[in-house]
């Protein structure tokens, strides 16, 4: 891998991380507020809305732009949503914030990927990507809990704050500077593309046509988009609901529902790992019967009732997914960047996996507020995920297995480099 690529990583690590951290404090400002256990659910909504609200554009403003400048300039965005919330601003519209500037650094940092990154290396960098990122989870769930801790919240509590958690707030403002700084090293690619329209028509019309171009793509990307738009909006909402499970049914704090949450991230950088090393792009197809042993798994584990069980249940769980989604994502990029671009393809990507959380976090939270309860709610989402995928392996067999393309010219390709 070129120098600049871990340079790249290190810095969307520390932004990411103190996103998943910021997660954890959001829901805990939410209950010294003395909100419901469903408003959490609304914490993820409002930082996911931007993703499905702005796909149109977002990919288009990371191709006109130099993608490190653009990530720098976002992990600034997400300070400022911080520091609003610090000054008092409603945590669900501070998300909001925060989620604007996460749905512009997204396909910005995929796409300089995909710009520096050779085809033959793209599952060994989505292996060192991904596993970053749930690094990231991993680090960020447990640095959350920290600062929701009893410990903590007795060790900042002569600071002269109106709350102790506006002391974790200022904790992780200090991250995302970390990552600003971090990216600051990181080298342009130099890629540049066709100019894009800057009517507000033209570019719907060219979003959703890039949009069924990578649904009706018979040569991995429909299928490689069906898988990780599933386990997206999936793991988005068995993240919020392990924390309440770890709580409801295992009986542990909010703190220890996060560490508990951050073994599931354990095991998805043993599974993400083992597929960047052993899962060749034109293999990736293959791992189709690890999407539905996932969803059993997530069948069957919420009826787990100690903690001695659980804890290997969440690794099992992770380490499924990561091998799992790992290749699925490698396809869906190399196919994306070679029928559109860099920018728009991850646009597309990330408004299909953003609008499946949008719509699995809000079943789950009017499921949470009419009663229904958590074991029955996380059992339900695990039979959703093996039918889903069991849809899909019969598809395949019914209409012909998708190939998988490597060599395809970019529509859109680009001009100078």
């Not at 909402?237 to 949450?261: C, E, H, I, P, S």
């Not at 990561?322 to 990507?349: D, K």
């Amino acid at each position: 891998m070129p120098p600049r690529f871990y340079t790249l990583i290190a810095a969307q690590f520390f932004s990411a991380l103190a996103d998943n951290a910021l997660l954890i404090v959001g829901i805990a400002l939410l209950r010294e507020m003395g909100q419901p256990v469903w408003w959490a659910p609304l914490l993820k909504l409002c930082f996911t809305v931007a993703y499905v609200a702005l796909a149109p554009v977002v990919g288009l403003i990371a191709d006109a732009m130099p993608k490190a400048a653009l990530m720098t300039w976002m992990n600034g965005l997400k300070a400022v949503g911080v520091g609003a919330m610090v000054m008092g601003l409603d945590p669900l519209a501070a998300f909001a914030v925060v989620g604007v500037a996460a749905a512009c650094y997204a396909p910005a940092k995929y796409g300089l990927i995909t710009e520096i990154v050779p085809a033959s290396r793209l599952v060994a960098a989505n292996g060192w990507i991904e596993v970053s990122v749930v690094c990231s989870v991993l680090l960020g769930t447990l640095v959350g809990g920290l600062l929701v801790s009893p410990w903590w919240m007795a060790a900042v509590a002569g600071v002269p704050l109106r709350s102790p958690l506006v002391a974790s707030l200022l904790a992780l403002l200090l991250l995302y500077a970390l990552a600003a700084g971090l990216q600051l090293r990181v080298p342009e690619s130099g890629a540049v593309y066709a100019p894009s329209s800057r009517q507000p028509l033209a570019i719907m019309k060219d979003f959703l046509a890039a949009n069924a171009t990578l649904w009706r793509d018979r040569k991995g990307g429909r299928l490689s988009l069906s898988m990780t738009t599933l386990f997206w909006g999936a793991g988005a909402t068995l993240q919020l609901a392990v924390l309440q499970w770890a709580q409801d049914v295992l009986g542990l704090r909010l703190n220890q529902g996060a560490y508990l949450q951050a073994t599931v991230a354990v095991g998805v950088v043993v599974g993400a790992g083992l597929a960047g090393r052993w899962i060749g792009l034109h293999h990736a197809i293959r791992v189709l019967p690890l999407g539905l042993m996932l969803g059993l798994l997530m069948l069957a584990t919420p009826w787990v009732r100690t903690l001695d069980w659980a804890l290997p249940a969440m690794v099992l769980v992770g380490a499924v997914g990561g091998a799992m989604v790992v290749p699925m994502n490698a396809l869906l990029q190399h196919r994306g960047v070679q029928l559109l671009s860099a920018g728009r393809s991850i646009a597309v990507q990330g408004f299909n996996e953003n609008l499946s959380i949008l719509l699995m976090l809000g079943a789950y939270a009017a499921l949470q507020a009419a009663g229904v309860p958590l074991v029955w709610l996380m059992s339900g989402l695990g039979l959703l995920v093996s039918l889903c995928v069991l849809l899909l392996m019969l598809r395949r067999l019914w209409r012909g297995a998708d190939s998988v393309a490597l060599d395809l010219p970019s529509r859109h390709g680009v001009l100078s480099e």
